[in-house]
């Protein structure tokens, strides 16, 4: 099992720019496959972006193509999600999760999830 800790989420205006980052510890974390979800007000969470443990592959929600970019520094245990041209909508709570099945874009394909941090992008 590995533990993740978000950060980075906070107030923005919308047009701005979010750097969130996702720290992992207790496990292996280049055998992990990483992925950020998001979760907006009285909404089912949703997929984000993934990024494979060698981060060579990555996939994105269709509506955040060009706007949102996942990479991840092996080095460090971390993953980041950058987020660019932020729209109120956008606003939810940011989740990291990790997993080892594949580059998958439900839920079910990752076993360890952080608490999230919030972003909340004003108009």
């Known amino acids: 099992q590995v533990q993740l800790v978000e950060s980075g989420g906070g107030l923005v205006q919308a047009g701005g720019s979010l750097r969130l980052s996702c720290a992992a510890s207790?496990?292996?974390?280049?055998?992990?496959?990483m992925a950020w979800f998001r979760r907006a007000p009285g909404k089912e969470r949703e997929f984000v972006a993934t990024?494979?443990?060698?981060?060579?592959?990555?996939n994105y929600a269709d509506s955040l193509k060009g706007r949102f970019s996942i990479s991840r520094d092996n080095a460090k245990n971390t993953v980041y999600l950058q987020a660019n041209s932020l729209k109120p909508e956008d606003t939810a709570v940011y989740y990291c999760?990790?997993?080892?099945?594949?580059?998958?874009?439900?839920?079910?394909?990752?076993?360890?999830w952080g608490q999230g941090t919030q972003v909340t992008v004003s108009s």
């Open positions: 999760a990790a997993g080892q099945r594949g580059t998958g874009t439900m839920e079910g394909w990752y076993n360890n």
């Open positions: 207790g496990g292996t974390f280049s055998s992990y496959h």
């Open positions: 990024i494979s443990w060698s981060g060579s592959i990555t």
